[in-house]
């Protein structure tokens, strides 16, 4: 059976679009899959430095599509698991220089040989948008909870329906759990009766993010984070599995964890 | 001061200001609607007012108004008489 292209998208730059591609594809190779993550913002590459890997490219998106090597020399393997890839983005190239059909074509491809194609979508809604869109079958949309990447987000939601995009989630990303319980952010359930699409999962804020991103190591390595623990879990839901979201005032880590806190904080 | 004590006697939280704007603005920008969509819209209004009352199909404008919070879809026709029972649909197409 073929597998399934992905498209992670946001419309606004900066919302953690490549973060998500880099945790769910180590997620999804984490549970016995196999993955590949497509860089497909040409010019301004950067799947490969989340992912620790850019000593190791030799050929690229644009290398494939334009025939100047084979598909599966521009795959690099990931340092620790062998079931997920990267193919990454140009960087010395225009968007122009992939059409959709191509995109399309490529994914149609991978998809014989992968269980999951994920497609790491450019910021903005032209070209490099709809090449990125061109062969998914679904489509996760990033957003923060902030007015400017909801609003973006509602944008690229219009524009992947009109594509005839049928299945479109939302994942909401850097939810500062203190703020929304003091009313100073947008709540889940506010954000998702804004958007009014289905959501697969919620990402804490965390500074734990920038540190693995420092060191190229997608952080759902890590076991005790609870944004890995989020990331697994949207991993899973991604497969079927039914996980429920846990709620924005739900306490991390459980009561044990708690008390800890509450002893060391005094 | 009046700041201070606006916050005191429970002034709106940001997270709910941010909520209530999201609202509007996604309104309105989801209003974009194109010409020929417009125009289709036109088209339906008159075909189910011409049921209750005799109306001037050259007259009709529709547009989107859109105020500083909320968002409006305006009509304005001309009415030439209101007929006393309701009129079937046509069905001219059968």
Redesign the interface.
Known sequence: MPGTTIVVTSGKGGVGKTTTVANLGTALAMRGRSVVMVDADIGLRNLDVVMGLENRIVYNLVDIIEGRCRTEQAMIRDRKLNSLFLIPAAQTREKDAVHPDQMKELCEKLQQDFDYVLVDCPAGIERGFRNAVAGAQKAIVVTTPE?SA??DA??VI?LLEAELMKDIQLIINRLNHK??K??????TE?ICS?LAIPLVGVIPESEEVVVSTNRGIPLVHEKRSSVAGAFRRIAARLEGEQVPIPADNAEEGGILSRFKRLIWSS | MLDTIKRFFGDK????V??K???I??LH??LSISPEMLESIKNDILQVLSRYMEIDGRTIKVSIEKGENYAALVSNVQVKRVYRHVQQPSTESS
């Open positions: 007015v909801i609003r509602d944008r219009g703020m929304v003091r009313g100073d952010m947008m709540s506010d804004l | 939280k940001s997270g709910e941010a909520k704007r999201m609202q603005v996604l920008d989801r």
